[in-house]
């Protein structure tokens, strides 16, 4: 068997390939979760290659399942070998364990203040030119003032999914930026909202970005909001910015400040 580095994911592990990407319980519990179990059975004496090649029987898409997470794997293993990185509790533990700081989704109609505080981050996404997406972020304090606000236009022929799930990467980023810490962040989209709260990372394009969300914060509440309570970042997501990209600090531009006034009078 291939000697490897001691496995990352847990303390004392042999020193071997096979307890890396399939034998150690940690790694073990992944490969159940994404049903995937029959792929991490190594037969002694097989080669790595050989044992692609016997793979080749199973059903196509538990076969590319199986190869990403495989990918997934090894890549957080080198990340915490050779660059420090600890990304894999992050972005699984909270999955497989129950750990980590999450929260059921609720869906409100009105926008609420976050609790005293605290930051709160709406975001949202636009389609309605074709060929371009508007992406739209504010950040707003306990009393309903707003700390900073953004908006950002791409040429980019995205699901609305994943448009939303870039807003809320953005979001994320502007949080860093400005050094905001207990946020929480809402959005319109049920089901990224509901599987950033569930850390439920897989397999799909999506899940490439909102492993990068995910590993942005490590405290963060996810919350569901309906249309009406998202107003201020889905008209920011329909502003044009200078450039690219553009970032308000203590203010909004006034083609969103009605929305803000409106959400400040609800509260």
């Given at each position: 068997m291939a000697?490897?580095?001691?496995?990352?994911?847990?303390?004392?592990?042999?020193k071997?390939?096979?307890?890396?990407?399939?034998?150690?319980?940690?790694?073990?519990?992944?490969?159940?979760?994404?049903?995937?179990?029959?792929?991490?059975l190594?037969?002694?004496g097989m080669?790595?290659?050989?044992?692609?090649?016997?793979?080749?029987?199973?059903?196509?898409?538990?076969?590319?399942?199986?190869a990403?997470?495989?990918?997934n794997?090894?890549n957080r293993?080198?990340?915490?070998?050779?660059?420090?990185?600890?990304?894999?509790?992050?972005?699984?533990?909270?999955?497989?364990?129950?750990?980590?700081?999450t929260?059921?989704?609720?869906?409100?109609?009105?926008?609420?203040?976050?609790?005293?505080?605290?930051i709160k981050l709406?975001?949202?996404?636009?389609?309605?030119?074709?060929?371009?997406?508007?992406?739209?972020?504010?950040?707003?304090?306990?009393?309903?003032?707003?700390?900073?606000?953004?908006?950002?236009?791409?040429?980019?022929?995205?699901?609305?999914?994943?448009?939303?799930?870039?807003?809320a990467?953005?979001?994320?980023?502007?949080?860093?930026r400005?050094?905001?810490?207990?946020i929480?962040?809402?959005?319109?989209?049920?089901?990224?909202i509901?599987?950033?709260?569930?850390?439920?990372?897989?397999?799909?394009?999506l899940?490439?970005?909102?492993?990068?969300?995910?590993?942005?914060?490590?405290?963060?509440?996810?919350?569901?909001?309906k249309?009406?309570?998202?107003?201020?970042?889905?008209?920011?997501?329909?502003?044009?910015p200078?450039?690219?990209?553009?970032?308000?600090?203590?203010l909004?531009?006034?083609?969103?400040?009605?929305?803000?006034?409106?959400d400040?009078?609800?509260?």
């Amino acid at each position: 068997m291939a000697e490897v580095s001691d496995c990352p994911w847990c303390v004392g592990c042999p020193k071997s390939l096979q307890q890396a990407l399939f034998d150690c319980p940690i790694v073990r519990d992944l490969w159940v979760d994404c049903d995937c179990t029959e792929m991490s059975l190594w037969p002694t004496g097989m080669t790595f290659l050989e044992l692609f090649e016997s793979l080749c029987k199973l059903e196509k898409k538990k076969l590319c399942r199986g190869a990403i997470l495989l990918w997934n794997i090894w890549n957080r293993r080198n990340d915490m070998i050779f660059n420090g990185k600890d990304t894999y509790p992050l972005l699984y533990a909270r999955q497989i364990y129950g750990g980590g700081k999450t929260a059921t989704c609720r869906s409100s109609k009105k926008w609420v203040p976050p609790p005293e505080g605290t930051i709160k981050l709406n975001c949202n996404a636009s389609l309605n030119v074709e060929g371009w997406v508007g992406l739209g972020v504010v950040a707003w304090d306990w009393q309903g003032e707003v700390l900073s606000a953004a908006s950002r236009r791409t040429r980019a022929y995205w699901p609305p999914v994943v448009a939303e799930s870039k807003a809320a990467t953005m979001a994320v980023r502007l949080a860093k930026r400005f050094g905001l810490k207990d946020i929480t962040l809402e959005a319109d989209d049920q089901v990224l909202i509901s599987r950033l709260s569930k850390a439920s990372v897989y397999l799909t394009d999506l899940d490439t970005i909102l492993d990068e969300i995910l590993s942005s914060c490590n405290s963060v509440l996810w919350y569901h909001v309906k249309r009406d309570g998202n107003s201020v970042a889905h008209n920011l997501a329909r502003v044009l910015p200078y450039g690219v990209e553009q970032v308000w600090e203590n203010l909004c531009p006034c083609e969103v400040s009605p929305f803000v006034l409106m959400d400040k009078l609800s509260i």
